[in-house]
């Protein structure tokens, strides 16, 4: 061990927290709204390719690009199992990560093993340290994650990659890439505001710059020239008219779903000015799983799930594996897309996980339902999810609690209301500053009561994920500096809209509130129907000790708001 300032031994760091550190060093501080940095220059990106040696091996990828605001990252999750399922070695690139950056590159299903991650990270890493300046700087955080998904994909030799960007589509650093097999565009909504544009034309239109055609140069000498050309085609479709006087032209099909008619007009009218076929996937019918289910819970998820069997079709018969697209067939489902479909898993999203910190034996009386819903159509779709989950689960805890009492003796039967739950819904919510919770909390209080869901109390705590360090640091119990004006101005939100709603005046939140203390002498600020705590892990901890105190209850806790917040909950109560 190293001696720290303080005299006391520094301890010594692992090589792969060496790499969360380098990588650390990435992360930006500048707002990503910055609207000087133009995209951070986007034309860098190709400059990175060169540096890395990458440029010729992403042109021979077997890419699927998708974009979107809600359900790109379940539409690649399930390409990825479908592809997979297919007999295809398959790499995969998504964000956020929720626990551990490699989470973010999947070959053939698998997060990158630790070895494999940091051979490839080192290796970019230090080639761009060396061989960068002033005028091509080390690029941002998440450049360098795609920079390194491409290199990982092509080491790899995969099949197939699946990539997901990140924010927009325009300038986002996966749009680097001039040739994918195929494009998909998910479900639009607002999200993203202060970077995309304030409608969802504007919104669509950022989406929509994944859309591309692709040249080959007749001539191999004018190769500088093409490669001129389509760093230009990102932002002037007029070249496209000079470009086919001296290149072949192919088509890069793309995909979408239905989408809002604002959305759709602009998404038409991007594709027909760049003269790509642009088709709208239907929801997948249920009937096709052959009485199975799929892998990701939630109704939302079919819309995602026709997506990815259209991008998956058009994939294989562009890449000589089909003769007929499977979308043509409405009747049924190839076996290896049905395993796909129903076997995917995805983190995060839609995701049950008991607390068995409590009893590990059983199922436990504390039960976490996460979803990283942050925008106001996905945190409706979560309540929708959460309140039919809750009453499927209640339904069946109650049948089996009747089945145990039916099979033992009146005397036993008498002493055991333990078996006699009630239900308790807690929301633990958190949301980035740049979100408006004055529309995404009301939409999730009204779609959770329309379904009979009513919550008990409302938990706000701050973030814990330091987001100027990647790693996976224990959580601090609590920071004394935390900063939780904005919790208590979602604590004061949560208090209107439940008066509100029981019919009384919203003005007067402050008066029900009272400042305790806990059992760690940490303040904690209640109200009648909420509070806010200075950590996660004080919350989590209030949690597990009133569940213990009153055994005769069940607690489900809706985590939302934030994918950061989803990761960080999964971190502890899976530790």
């Known amino acids: 061990m190293a001696e720290g300032e303080s005299g006391s031994p520094k301890p010594t760091l692992t090589p792969f927290d060496e790499a969360m550190e380098a ?41 699927i690009h998708v974009a979107g605001t809600k359900g790109k990252g379940s539409t690649c999750t399930f390409t990825e199992s479908i592809l997979r399922n297919c007999g295809f070695r398959t790499g995969l690139f998504t964000s956020p990560h929720l626990i551990d950056v490699r989470e973010r590159f999947r070959l053939d299903g698998e997060d990158i093993c630790e070895e494999k991650f940091l051979a490839y990270f080192w290796w970019c890493f230090d080639r761009l340290k060396e061989k960068t300046s002033e005028d091509i700087p080390m690029p941002t955080y998440f450049r360098f994650l795609a920079l390194l998904a491409f290199k990982i994909f092509a080491a790899e030799k995969v099949d197939v990659a699946i990539l997901e960007v990140g924010l927009g589509g325009k300038f986002d650093a996966t749009n680097v890439i001039q040739n994918p097999i195929v494009c998909g565009i998910s479900s639009l909504g607002y999200d993203h505001m202060e970077i995309l544009g304030n409608t969802l034309g504007e919104i669509a239109g950022e989406k929509a710059g994944i859309l591309k055609v692709f040249f080959v140069v007749m001539s191999p000498l004018a190769y500088n020239l093409c490669q001129l050309l389509l760093k230009l085609m990102q932002f002037e479709y007029s070249l496209l008219v000079f470009c086919s006087l001296f290149f072949l032209q192919y088509d890069i099909p793309a995909f979408t779903v239905p989408q809002p008619d604002e959305a759709m007009r602009v998404l038409e009218e991007k594709a027909s000015k760049l003269d790509v076929p642009l088709q709208v996937a239907q929801p997948l019918d249920s009937n096709l799983l052959n009485g199975l289910k799929l892998g990701l819970e939630g109704e939302h998820q079919f819309i995602n799930a026709g997506l990815a069997v259209a991008l998956c079709s058009k994939w294989l018969e562009r890449t000589g594996h089909l003769e007929a697209s499977y979308v043509e067939q409405s009747s049924s489902l190839p076996e290896q897309f049905i395993k796909g479909l129903t076997t995917a898993c995805l983190q995060g999203r839609a995701q049950i996980v008991p ?6 034996e059983s199922d436990g009386d504390l039960v976490f339902y996460l979803d990283g819903a942050h925008s106001p159509e996905s945190m409706e779709v979560c309540a929708k999810w959460f309140s039919l989950a809750i009453k499927d689960e209640n339904q069946q805890h109650m049948l089996n609690s009747q089945k145990n009492l039916e099979s033992m003796s009146p005397l036993v039967e008498k002493h055991c209301d333990r078996s006699r739950k009630n239900f308790t819904q807690i929301l ?36 814990v994920s ?75 901890k209030w949690l597990r000790d009133s569940v213990q105190q009153n055994q005769s209850v069940r607690v489900q806790v809706l985590v939302t708001g934030s994918l950061h917040l989803v990761g960080d909950v999964l971190r502890l109560v899976k530790k």
């Open 355 to 360: 607390d068995r910190c409590i009893n590990p």
């Open 428 to 463: 633990l919510f958190n949301c980035m500053t740049v979100r408006d919770p004055q529309v995404l909390l009301p939409r999730l209080m009204k779609t959770c009561a329309r379904n009979g869901v009513y919550f008990k109390k409302a938990l706000f705590v701050p973030n």
């Open 23 to 63: 990588l650390s060093s990435l992360i930006t501080k500048r707002s990503r709204a910055d609207k000087s940095n133009k995209g951070d220059c986007f034309d860098l990106l190709f400059d990175y390719l060169k540096i890395l040696d990458l440029d010729h091996a992403i042109s021979e990828m077997k890419i």
């Open 466 to 540: 330091v987001y100027y360090k990647v790693g996976s640091q224990t959580l601090p119990p609590t920071d004394p500096q935390v900063d939780l004006s904005f919790q208590f101005s979602l604590q004061r939100l949560w208090e209107k809209i439940v008066r509100d709603s029981r019919g009384g005046e919203g003005n007067n939140s402050d008066a029900v509130c009272e400042e305790v203390k806990d059992d760690l002498a940490n303040g904690v600020r209640t109200c009648e129907n909420s509070a806010v705590f200075p950590s996660l892990p004080l919350a989590i």
